[in-house]
C-alpha cells in the first residue's frame, strides 16, 4: 500500500506500539486526582470552553481493574498507564513523582502517558520526567488545540503559543517524546485555520499527533455556542477534512487519535460522533479514492 504503513494509509500509535513491543500495547485511561490551574482560578476559572469538568474514576483500584478487563480479551497485551485526567504534571514533585512510580509497579505496564498543559511543566518536573524517560517508555501531551491566539483566547485556554512552543523545545532538550492534541472544528476557525494549526505543530519535533472531534458536550461553556455561532460538519466534510490534515503530516510522526470519544449522556452534537468504526472506515475509505496516504503533501504551506 503507498505510503508504507502496512494496511493503514497513516501512521498509527497502535501499529508503532506493535512494532515496538511485540504485541498488542492498550493505554489504560486514569484520574489521578489531580486538578487544572485553568479551573482553580490560578490561570483562569471555568476552564476551557469545551472541557467537561467530570473526572473518570478512582486511581487507586483502576489499573488492577482495568488490567483485569483488558486482559480478558489480550492475554498477552502489554500496558501504558495514561494519566489522561485534567493536568497531570500539576500538583508537587513528590506527589507526580508517587503517582507515576505506582502506576508502573504492575508488572505489565510498559510505559507512562502523561497529559497536561505546556505552561504546567516547571524545571523540577522536568527533571523528574527526564528521569522516567530514562527507565521506561514515555510520551509527554501537550493540550494545544490551536496555533491561532484569537481562538486560544475565545476558547479560554489561558496560556499563549509561545508556551507550547517553549515547552516543546524542552522536552526535546530532554529527549522526551512529545503528542500534541488539535481540536477540529472549534468556533470561528476555518478549514485553512484547522489545516494551518496541524502543519505549524507538524514542523516541530514531536512524536504525535491528536486530531480531536469538536464535541458540543452538556455542561460545557461551547453550549452557548451551539447551534448559531458553531458550524457542526456533517460526517463527510469531517472525514475529508482529516485526510487534507493528514496527508500535511510528515510520515514519522504517530497519528493517536482521528476523531474524539464523548460520554454518551453528554453529548449534545455532533450526532454521528458515537459512529467511531463508521468515521475510521470513511477515512480509509476516502485516503484509497485520492491514491494518497499521511505526508503525501508534506511540503503544504501556510496560509498567510
Ligand atoms: S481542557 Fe485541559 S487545560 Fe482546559 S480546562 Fe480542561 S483540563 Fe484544563
Not at 507515576?100 to 504546567?120: F, K, N, S
Not at 514519522?252 to 454518551?264: F, G, L, N, S
Request: hydrophobic share 35%; charged share 25%; aromatic share 10%.
Amino acid at each position: 500500500m503507498a505510503g508504507n504503513f502496512g494496511d493503514q494509509y497513516y501512521n498509527t500509535i497502535g501499529d508503532y506500539l506493535k512494532k515496538r513491543f511485540g504485541c498488542k500495547v492498550i493505554k489504560l485511561s486514569l484520574d489521578a486526582g489531580f486538578t487544572c490551574p485553568n479551573r482553580d482560578g490560578t490561570k483562569g476559572k471555568g476552564g476551557c470552553i469545551f472541557c467537561s469538568a467530570e473526572g473518570s474514576g478512582d486511581f487507586a483500584s483502576n489499573i488492577p481493574d482495568q488490567i483485569r478487563l483488558l486482559s480478558k480479551k489480550w492475554p498477552s497485551g502489554k500496558y501504558i498507564a495514561y494519566f489522561q485526567s485534567y493536568t497531570n504534571t500539576y500538583a508537587p514533585v513528590e506527589v507526580l513523582r508517587e503517582k507515576y512510580y505506582q502506576a508502573l509497579e504492575y508488572p505489565d505496564v510498559i510505559g507512562i502517558a502523561v497529559a497536561t498543559r505546556p505552561d504546567c511543566l516547571n524545571p523540577q518536573v522536568l527533571d523528574l520526567l527526564s528521569e522516567l524517560n530514562k527507565k521506561t517508555f514515555l510520551w509527554i501531551e501537550l493540550g494545544l488545540q490551536t496555533i491561532h491566539e484569537n481562538t486560544a483566547i475565545l476558547i479560554n485556554r489561558c496560556y499563549p503559543l509561545a508556551d507550547f512552543n517553549h515547552a516543546v523545545e524542552e522536552l526535546s532538550r530532554f529527549r522526551i517524546k512529545t503528542v500534541v492534541h488539535l481540536i477540529l472544528g472549534l468556533p470561528g476557525e476555518s478549514r485553512n485555520d484547522m489545516l494551518d494549526s496541524v502543519r505549524y505543530v507538524s514542523d516541530k519535533q514531536i512524536f504525535g499527533l491528536k486530531l480531536h472531534l469538536m464535541n458540543v458536550l452538556k455542561n460545557t461553556k461551547l453550549t452557548e455556542f451551539y447551534p448559531d455561532r458553531i458550524h457542526i460538519p456533517k460526517k463527510e466534510e469531517y472525514i475529508s477534512l482529516v485526510v487534507d490534515a493528514l496527508e500535511t503530516v510528515p510520515p514519522h510522526i504517530t497519528i493517536h487519535r482521528v476523531t474524539a470519544d464523548a460520554p454518551r449522556h453528554l453529548l449534545i452534537a455532533p450526532e454521528w460522533s458515537y459512529e467511531k468504526r463508521s468515521i475510521l472506515n470513511g477515512i480509509q475509505k476516502e485516503f484509497k479514492k485520492r491514491g494518497s496516504y499521511q505526508g503525501i503533501k508534506e511540503s503544504y504551506v501556510i496560509q498567510e
